[in-house]
């Protein structure tokens, strides 16, 4: 339970962080080394948004593939071919340091939101599943007295906000992205009160 509540506050904590954005990953945070990268969901000193970095690197990835079709262009007219070989060594060095790093910063987003969405779920499995549980349960219940009064509006309109429920869990469950979670938890909420979101 303390567990749960400890989640609650954290994910209501990251709803107006994320707010203005639609995925995920655009306001996180990154922090470099020579060699690695950090990666934070506030900014704190020194960092950089992660995502403004990699389309810096994407200008320069640009630049350099350019300049690299231009050398490959004046090779081809066979004038001082030991300079354009030499500079174009030069210029494939750099366009593969700037793109590894443009792969390190990815890879350091994905890995800080796939670990975090494992958390929360990790967190929230037993409660999901268990509402999962009650809620298919619920819905037999509703369609066995649909089957008996097809014409029954207040059942129907019971089994259809039920069914919409169930599917809200499920997208918390099988949800592959943060985005998706956050989304679906911000429903979770507003369908379940909070003294019955945790049972």
Known sequence: MKKLIVL??????LFPVFAVEKNF????YCKFADNSVRVYLLKEADTTRCNDYISVVNVYLKKEYNSIIQIMANRNRWDDIEY??????EKKAQFLKLF???MMIQWAM?????ELLERCKELMWETLENRNTVLDEQIV???AELKENSYNVKVEKALQELKYKKQIVEKMIIAEEMTSFLDAFSVYLTLFPFNQSWK
């Open 100 to 102: 590894s790093q443009r």
């Open 84 to 89: 354009w070989d030499s500079l174009y060594e």
């Open 8 to 13: 609650f506050s954290f994910v209501l904590f």
């Open 141 to 143: 219940v509703l369609e």
């Open 110 to 114: 994905d890995t800080f939101e796939n």
């Open 25 to 28: 990953q655009e306001r996180l």
